[in-house]
Every structure is written in structure tokens, then in C-alpha cells.
């Protein structure tokens, strides 16, 4: 039976649990949805519903709001939704002054497909289900994209544990419509074989595909950059004053470099030159203020900023110099003087990266993070502050799944091989926050399991954050006073017990005590 006119959109299918990629349930442990019951297949070739898959939803959708998040889409560059069902995304972004459009066969089929900067393909290849027509969606989005080509896909961690009937390649779903849940790196292979060029994570079941190869390692150089404090002036200088109109940017520049900048990359290098001679003078003149120190920790980190870049660009296919932007080869110029003595220092780190013995070491002398037995625990805030070894290895879980939303958390397994993402939405302000989500990226077998614990009725909980945290995180010092009057009082005495809410209450009780924010009080006792 020749199927209807296809509506390629996007994401979940209402007739499931509303699962997105990032936001959804996994199926039930054990129980693979892509594992039918032989008894529920049918011979008969049905009616694929696919206009029945396009949601209606109040937010964007997140392949979008990746793009966003990583700065990929604004104003300046168009965007083209290619199957963009009921066009929710498209109303959005234009109430952000972003130009774009959309073609949907059902909803949209007189528009035209028209090329873009950037070419959204959310949902759609997981709800075709023949597999040539949905080779040449995926091949002519790439082809209206003039950078940048986004795809969504289902993954099989979200696939309702109901959906037991397999036709073709997936599941036929309760409404009629079908889906493929692909694994991770089976999504990675699929769009990298069709489209012949690499697929760069975003999140779970979201990649990007570039156009450009220098664009690409602009963004993937960015991903692994620090943020940096521009250095305090500590004393006054007469020609910092009678300069500081140009000082002051030029410092900013700096802080973010760690180097000199090229002419290129700080526009009024000429003028700063004019009235200072050079720019070594002028920057001789900012270490007078503010001490050289400052400076000589930005350039150490810079330097091991393009350390986790470079060894991570392995991980996929590292470029040869001249395809890096022009701002990373001046950095490999000033931190290392040759590209090949950068790529042998980085290669030596991702080489220890998969030595359990070498990571558990930088564990054990990491300045921050909580250090159990079988992992360090660490804060989102407190990557940078561990050195490149330890950023390569949780690197490494990130270019398999891209960004976890939401996690705030991560747990870097000391000698298994694992690196696990942790969502606590309430970390900043619920003094032992429940954990929502925890997904867990196994190094040596790449593979990636899900754990939803939103519907648990007694939630695993966080204790000892400051511990998590680097000194200048906001709050650290109220949450090291609870930690404080919960060890003083017992609590944390035997912290194994203490992983669930509902046993942090029953210890609390006990002890005659109540959490009011993060300080302990004593509980008023009913006498009636």
C-alpha cells in the first residue's frame, strides 16, 4: 500500500508518554520496546498515520533551543524548518526577530524549500518509515543548508515500553503512526554514512552537521574554552590613566586570549600602538597595575584549553593547521610554537585518559568535588577548575551524547570507565535537592543508560554540596554551614542511610530537628 503524503515532524507521538530526547521517559528497564512480542505482529502492511505525530507545544522545540544555547542561531543567519509540522517553532523565532521559514507536506506543502544558513530537521527521520524516503529527506535538507544542518531523531531510551509492534525498521505505534528509536551512536553512523561528513552531538539524539570544517572547529574550540575575571588593577599608573579608554578593552582581550591578539582580533590594536609603540608596551603597562601573576594563570589556562580541544578533536578527526580558525593557530603558535608538538602533548593526555590507575589519581588531587569510592562528584561550575586530564575524560562522555539538559552534577568514575550526568533542578535553593535524572555514558562500550526518577515517590538526595562546588560559587558558604550543623548533630554520622528523602526525614525526626532553608532547627513537638 502506497503510504499517505508524509508530514515529517517532529518528535514524539501524543499516544506515548510526550517523551523528548532530553526530556522524557526511557523505556522500562528490561523491557526494550524494540523487542516485539512475536504474537502482536501483523502481515498486513497498514496505513501509516504521519500527520498524526506533529505536536502542538507552547515552547520551543530542542533542537532550537540547542541552537540557541550555543550560539548558532540569531538574527543575523536564517533558518529554513524543514518539516516543520504546525509551525509552533517558526512564530517563536520570529517574536525573535530571526528570519525564518518553513514546509511541512500536510500543514505547509505550498511553500517553498528554499536554502538557509541553518536547516532544521527535527523529528522527521524517525517518523518516515521507508527508508530510501527517508535517506533523501535527510540528503535534501542538507542540501538547503549554506552552514549548518541540525537533525533530531528519537532515541531508543525514550521509547515507550507499549510500543511492541515492529514494521520495518522500528515500531508502529497505538495511533497508527511509526517510529524508529535509533541508539546514540547508530543516529551518529546513520547521518555520517549519508551525508559524508562528521555529525557533532548537541545532546541525546540531536547532532550538528557543518558545511564548513573551520566553523566546526570554532564551535567544538568554544565548547572546551573557559570563562576568565578580567585581573583587578591593584595601584594607579599615570599612563594607564591617560590611556584607559584603550587599556581597558585591550585587558578584556587578553582575558580572553591569554595571548597577545593579532590585528584581526582587537580592532583598535593600530590606535594602541600609535599612542604606546607597541603592543607589548601597552601590555607591560597592564601588568604594572595589576601584577603578572593573573596573566600567567589566564595563558596556563588557554594553553590547557586548547590541550582538551585538540585531544578531543581525535576523537572524531582532527584537522590538519590551516582548516583551524585563525584565532586557534595563533594560539598554537604562542602556548606551543607547532602544531605537532600541540598534538603530541594533547594525544599523550587522551592516551591517559583511558588509563583507570592515571584518572583515579587526578581524582584523588583534584582541588574540588567530593571524593567517594568509586568516583569524584563534581559540580557543572567545577569542570574548569580541574586540570585537562580529568576535562578530556569527561570530554570524551560528551562528544558520544552531547549537553545533557538540565545537568548540573557529574560523576567521573574513578575506574570503570564511566561518566555520569545528574539533574538536580533544585541544587541552588533546596538544601538536600532530589535527583531527577541520571544518565550514564559507559567510555569503553559507548553506550548510554537513562534513569528518570521524576515519578519516585522517595527521591535520592544531595548532602555535602559546597563540597561540589568552586570557592566563589554563590551560596557555597550557606551550604558548608548546613553541612556543618548536620555533621554536628549526627546526621551525616552514617551517610550510606542518608540517600533518600524520606530517610533524611525519619533521621530529622529523631533527632527533634527541621530544616528551615539551609540552617537545622529545633522541630516544635505537638502535644496534643
Known sequence: MTPPTPNP??????????????????????????????????????????????????????????????????????????????????????????????????????????????????????????????????????????????????????????????????????????????????????????????????????????????????????????????????????????????????????????RLPGPEEFPESAALIERLGSLKRAFAVIRRVTEEEPWETIARHRSDDLLVYLALARFHKRPILSKLPLG????????????????????????????????????????VGRLVDNALIVHRSALDHLEPLLRIYEGCARALVGEIEGANVIKLHRFSGKVSYLVYPEFDTDPHPALRLRVKVNLRTLDMEWFDYASREDPFILYRKEALVPEEFPGREKFAKLTAQEERVGLLKHERLLDTRGKLAILLDRAGLKLAGHSLRKASRSTG
Open 328 to 367: 586557534t593557530q595563533r594560539d598554537v603558535k604562542a602556548f606551543f610554537g607547532t602544531y605537532d608538538r600541540a598534538c603530541r602533548a594533547a594525544d599523550e593526555l587522551l592516551m591517559t585518559a583511558g588509563d583507570a590507575e592515571a584518572i583515579d589519581t587526578a581524582c584523588q588531587r583534584a582541588p
Open 9 to 258: 515532524r517532529p518528535g514524539p507521538d501524543p499516544a506515548t508518554d510526550g517523551a523528548s530526547p532530553i526530556e522524557g521517559h526511557p523505556a522500562t528497564e528490561g523491557d526494550s520496546a524494540l523487542e516485539p512480542d512475536p504474537a502482536t505482529e501483523s502481515d498486513a502492511t497498514p496505513e501509516i498515520q504521519r500527520h498524526r505525530t506533529a505536536i502542538r507545544r507552547a515552547n520551543l522545540s530542542v533542537p532550537i533551543q540547542c541552537l540557541l544555547r550555543d550560539g548558532l542561531l540569531d538574527p543575523a543567519r536564517s533558518l529554513f524548518d524543514y518539516g516543520c509540522g504546525r509551525g509552533q517553532d517558526l512564530e517563536l523565532l520570529r517574536g525573535m526577530e530571526i528570519p525564518c521559514e518553513g514546509w511541512d507536506p500536510v500543514y505547509r506543502p505550498d511553500t517553498e524549500r528554499r536554502a538557509a544558513d541553518l536547516v532544521n530537521l527535527g523529528y522527521v527521520i524517525n517518523v518516515v518509515e521507508d527508508p530510501q524516503e527517508r535517506a533523501e529527506a535527510l540528503r535534501q535538507a542538507w542540501g538547503l543548508s549554506r552552514s549548518l544542518l541540525v537533525v533530531a531523531a528519537q532515541l531508543d531510551v525514550a521509547a515507550p515500553a507499549q510500543e511492541r509492534t515492529r514494521f520495518n525498521d522500528g515500531v508502529l505505534t497505538s495511533r497508527g503512526t511509526f517510529q524508529k528509536y535509533y541508539r546514540q551512536s547508530e543516529l551518529r553512523a546513520y547521518l555520517e554514512e549519508q551525508l559524508g561528513t562528521e555529525a557533532i552531538p548537541a545532546a541525546p539524539g540531536i547532532f550538528y552537521l557543518f558545511k564548513d570544517e573551520t566553523a566546526q572547529q570554532q564551535f567544538l574550540s568554544n565548547r572546551y574554552r573557559r570563562r576568565e575575571v578580567v585581573p583587578r588593577r591593584r595601584i594607579s599608573e599615570i599612563l594607564f590613566e591617560q590611556n584607559q579608554d584603550l587599556l581597558e578593552p585591550f585587558m578584556e582581550r587578553l582575558t580572553q586570549l591569554g
